[in-house]
């Protein structure tokens, strides 16, 4: 009995420390794959880190295309569903061939940071691999990089979103403050054969892996940040709610800091709300008048390392009334023609 209750507190304890662990961890680089600005169409978005710096790309000949990340349940991206792209990958390789080569491949820098963690949320399709797996290399600039298995997963479901696969590298040292770090996901044969299995049905190379999501996070060093965070957009989503998007994850004394942030003609901030993944600012307001220009100043804000951003200005025009631009005439210069 004692035995047990002994055994239940350090299990305890190990998550307790563990949870800490993760809430302590910065993100270094994330897509989302989201549209920036923002255009309310998720057939389009973006390949390019939406936080941080870092490279994505296909790999073993996979072509992709933007779609919904919403769909069938939707991914853990917060963005709304209008916004929210998904980045959906195909041409895998044919049945009983290239394991382990096509897929998604990103370059992150690690320096500054230690306990590498990687995560990304995955739909599969019907007839896509069932089998996925998360590889890394500590020198993606070398000529044939040297990838190690990390963690394999079942995608048992077809037209189910997976969120938050999650794999925890921190121990493996070599990827701590390492500028040439790479990761990679990719289809696997089915373990101990020499075949794909299907996520639902039967496999084909025109099945689809749909990506969002895909993060790599770290814990600060302390002496290894000295890059301080830049506010990249500021958008009104109604008359009284604006949202500020910062390069990196920021703190939250001093981004939920409403004199942090100043609109000019004067507009009342009255809550300053951080995000979950600590990179967001969602304001409440008083109402902005239709129509009218706002300069939205912001400064103050500093990240885990203690950098405090540079002062910078947003020009806004929240715009619910005003008729499109309509040309009456055309006017040459020189004027001989009319």
């Known amino acids: 009995m004692q035995k047990n209750f002994t055994r239940l507190l350090l299990t305890i304890f190990f998550f307790t420390i563990?949870?800490?662990?993760?809430?302590?961890?910065?993100?270094?680089?994330?897509?989302?794959?989201?549209?920036?600005?923002?255009?309310?169409?998720?057939?389009?978005?973006?390949?390019?880190?939406?936080?941080?710096?870092?490279?994505?790309?296909?790999?073993?000949?996979?072509?992709?295309?933007?779609?919904?990340?919403?769909?069938?349940?939707?991914?853990?991206d917060p963005a709304p569903a209008a916004d929210?792209?998904?980045y959906q990958t195909t041409n895998y390789a044919a049945q009983g061939t290239g394991d382990k080569t096509t897929g998604i491949q990103v370059a992150?820098?690690?320096?500054?940071?230690?306990?590498?963690?990687?995560?990304?949320?995955?739909r599969h399709s019907?007839?896509?691999?069932?089998?996925?797996?998360?590889?890394?290399?500590?020198?993606?600039?070398?000529?044939?990089?040297?990838w190690v298995d990390a963690q394999l997963f079942d995608g048992n479901a077809g037209d189910t979103w997976f969120k938050n696969r999650t794999v925890d590298l921190s121990s493996i040292t070599a990827l701590n403050n390492n500028p040439n770090a790479g990761f990679r996901i990719v289809a696997t044969f089915v373990p101990s054969t020499s075949a794909y299995a299907a996520s639902a049905t039967t496999y084909a190379a025109g099945g689809t892996w749909r990506f969002d999501m895909v993060t790599v996070k770290g814990t600060s060093t302390g002496s290894g940040d000295v890059t301080?965070?830049?506010?990249?957009?500021?958008?009104a989503t109604s008359s009284t709610t604006s949202f500020i998007k910062f390069s990196e994850p920021v703190k939250s004394a001093?981004?939920?800091?409403?004199?942090?942030?100043?609109?000019?003609?004067?507009?009342?901030?009255?809550?300053?709300?951080?995000?979950?993944?600590?990179?967001?600012?969602?304001?409440?307001?008083?109402?902005?008048?239709d129509g009218q220009p706002y300069t939205v100043t912001v400064s103050g804000?500093?990240?885990?390392?203690?950098?405090?951003?540079?002062?910078?200005?947003f020009n806004i025009v929240f715009n619910t009334s005003t008729p499109n631009l309509v040309i009456t005439e055309i006017i040459h210069s020189p004027n001989d023609i009319e």
Do not use: K
């Open 18 to 76: 563990f949870a800490q662990i993760l809430r302590a961890q910065t993100t270094i680089t994330q897509w989302n794959f989201n549209s920036n600005p923002p255009d309310a169409n998720t057939a389009t978005g973006s390949s390019s880190a939406y936080t941080g710096m870092g490279t994505l790309i296909n790999i073993g000949g996979v072509t992709n295309t933007f779609n919904s990340g919403s769909a069938n349940g939707g991914s853990s």
């Open 228 to 235: 301080a965070p830049v506010a990249q957009t500021l958008q």
């Open 254 to 289: 001093t981004a939920t800091n409403v004199a942090n942030y100043v609109f000019t003609p004067s507009r009342t901030i009255n809550t300053a709300a951080l995000s979950a993944s600590g990179d967001t600012v969602f304001l409440n307001h008083t109402a902005i008048v």
């Open 126 to 146: 019907n007839t896509s691999s069932r089998y996925e797996l998360l590889q890394y290399t500590t020198d993606i600039t070398a000529v044939t990089p040297v």
């Open 301 to 313: 804000v500093q990240d885990g390392a203690g950098n405090t951003m540079a002062s910078i200005q």
């Open 84 to 86: 929210n792209s998904g």
């Open 108 to 122: 992150v820098s690690t320096a500054g940071f230690t306990g590498v963690v990687v995560s990304y949320d995955l």
